[in-house]
Nanobody, 127 residues
Framework: QVQLVESGGGLVQAGGSLRLSCVASGRTFSNYAMGWFRQAPGKEREFVTAITRAGSSTRYADSVKGRFTISRDNAKNTVYLQMNSLRPEDTAVYYC????????????????????WGQGTQVTVSS
């Protein structure tokens, strides 16, 4: 069983920055692509970004391109989300997730392609 634990959320003013972390249990972290999703109240969970297992390829939602950066440290079983120039519309619960299939060379954007999820961390951006 894999456990994912996010941290780093909080309240920030518009234009500010936050860095989210997601630590995974187990010894197979480096075999899997990882993703970040978010869900705002009354809205469906949406893709934010994802990274391949070695970090060689990333993908971003258009709404966060140029502002957010995903990275990972396989030695620490951790994936990060650096969020800069935050906007009120970025307010949501942010979840990290692990892709279902190991050793993929592309990343996926749909929640159904991910099998393990963290509990989420709240990010609130005030105007």
């Amino acid at each position: 069983q894999v456990q994912l634990v996010e941290s780093g959320g909080g309240l920030v003013q518009a234009g500010g920055s936050l860095r989210l972390s997601c630590v995974a249990s187990g010894r197979t972290f480096s075999n899997y692509a990882m993703g970040w999703f978010r869900q705002a109240p009354g809205k469906e969970r949406e893709f934010v970004t994802a990274i391949t297992r070695a970090g060689s390829s990333t993908r971003y939602a258009d709404s966060v391109k140029g502002r957010f950066t995903i990275s990972r440290d396989n030695a620490k079983n951790t994936v990060y989300l650096q969020m800069n120039s935050l906007r009120p519309e970025d307010t949501a619960v942010y979840y990290c997730a692990r892709e279902k299939v190991p050793y993929t060379i592309v990343v996926h954007t749909t929640p159904g392609e991910y099998d393990y999820w963290g509990q989420g961390t709240q990010v609130t951006v005030s105007s």
